[in-house]
Each structure stands twice: as structure tokens, then as C-alpha cells.
């Protein structure tokens, strides 16, 4: 069983940036697929960013190309979201979490394991 914790997220300027973390348990954490996503109040969670084992392929929504970064580390069991150029827009509670190893990395019923989330706010 993999237990995840965000961290990072904070009260930002448009235009500011921020680094979020999300540390795995266990000795496994190597193996697998990861993302990030958010939700806005009253919205659905959806896809921002995933990252293959071995961090050799990565993946994101059209909304955030160019500005944010997901990376890993596997020694540290930590993936990371680098997120640049925040808009007001990008106001959520972000998530980590596994993806399952048939899943796809976009849709949500393809992942396990969430952490507790971290919230970003961004003001105008």
C-alpha cells in the first residue's frame, strides 16, 4: 500500500511560481506511472501532468504545456510540478497519484492511491 503527501502549494501572484511535492511511501515507488491533477471548487478533477517510470516519457493538459514541469525522483520518492507563469485560472487543490499499469494517463478512474492534496491559490 503506497501513501502519498502533497506539498508546496501556497497563496501566489499571477505571473509567480511554485514547486509542488508529492512524497510516495514504500520501496516500490520506482515502478510506478504517476500524475498530477486538480480541482477547482465546483469543477471535476481533471488530468494536469503525468510522468512514466523512469521519468523517459512525459504527459500534459493542453492548459499547462509550456508552464508547468512534472518530474521525479525516484532515490527521494518524490514527483514534483514546477508550475510557471501561474494565472488565476490555476487556482485548486492539486493531487498526486498513481496510475494504474493498463490505465491511460488522462482519465481519472485510471489512477490509485491519492494523496490529501495541497492547495494553490493564485491571485489576479
Known amino acids: 500500500q503506497v501513501q502519498l503527501v502533497e506539498s508546496g502549494g501556497g497563496l501566489v501572484q499571477a505571473g509567480g511560481s511554485l514547486r509542488l511535492s508529492c512524497a510516495a511511501s514504500g520501496r516500490t515507488f520506482a515502478y510506478y506511472d504517476m500524475g498530477w491533477f486538480r480541482q477547482a471548487p465546483g469543477k471535476e478533477r481533471e488530468f494536469v501532468a503525468g510522468?512514466?517510470?523512469?521519468?523517459?516519457?512525459?504527459y500534459y493538459a493542453d492548459s499547462v504545456k509550456g508552464r508547468f514541469t512534472i518530474s521525479r525522483d525516484d532515490a527521494e520518492n518524490t514527483v514534483s510540478l514546477q508550475i510557471n507563469s501561474l494565472k488565476p485560472e490555476d487556482t485548486a487543490a492539486y493531487y498526486c497519484a498513481v496510475k494504474k499499469n493498463d490505465g491511460t494517463y488522462y482519465r481519472i478512474e485510471d489512477y490509485t492511491h491519492w494523496g490529501q492534496g495541497t492547495q494553490v491559490t493564485v491571485s489576479s
Open positions: 510522468i512514466s517510470r523512469g521519468g523517459l516519457n512525459t
